[in-house]
């Protein structure tokens, strides 16, 4: 369980980041500029600081590279050319690519626990909840204290620090570990985050 909090640990900048500052109503143009700069962060921190962490762990940077690339980099390319080509049909476009993630999210963390429920129970004896919500409470509240003097970036740093990147965490979990226990943590730790 440990490893998995190791793992999100060195991966910043989840992609939920942008979706979290729209429903926070932080800025989003700072949402994106700083998951952009924590994405880079994460492709060259994860490669170097978890064989160091945790050992028979190797991660390469190309798998990482091609999960951001894929899940946050084309759509926000393809976002932005739209808005500069067709402003309003972005606009159109962008109320209901806000609802269908709002749904997206509502039945990741319905339907994911509920097909896991076995396996959580198992693991939330061994205190596995406890230990996400400190994670990420702690997490969140070191994103508060580095974000400068101003609110908005601090609230901003506080969300980015509290939604560490799960997808390339489950990428290495899955490649790394046998162990089924890591992903169930991962899936505690992104219900906690939420």
């Not at 992609?15 to 952009?36: C, H, S, Y």
């Not at 064989?51 to 976002?79: F, K, N, Q, Y």
């Amino acid at each position: 369980l440990s490893a998995a909090m190791l793992v999100l640990a060195t991966a910043p900048g989840g992609p939920a980041l942008v979706k979290l500052a729209a429903l926070a109503r932080g800025d989003a143009a700072l949402a994106v500029g700083l998951l952009v700069v924590l994405l880079v962060a994460g492709v060259v921190s994860q490669p170097l600081l978890l064989p160091r962490l945790l050992h028979d762990v190797s991660v390469g940077a190309g798998p990482i590279i091609i999960t951001l690339v894929c899940t946050v980099l084309v759509p926000l390319l393809l976002g932005l050319q739209l808005r500069v080509r067709l402003p309003r049909h972005a606009d159109r476009l962008q109320f209901y690519m806000q609802r269908l993630s709002t749904v997206s999210m509502l039945l990741l963390v319905t339907l994911l626990p509920i097909q896991h429920w076995q396996e959580l129970q198992d693991i939330s004896r061994g205190g596995a909840f406890p230990a996400a919500a400190l994670f990420i409470a702690l997490a969140a509240c070191g994103g508060w204290l580095l974000g400068g003097p101003h609110a908005a970036p601090r609230r901003m740093l506080s969300l980015s620090c509290g939604q560490p990147n799960l997808a390339a965490a489950m990428m290495i979990a899955s490649q790394n570990f046998k162990d089924p226990r890591v992903a169930l943590m991962l899936l505690v730790i992104l219900l906690a985050s939420l």
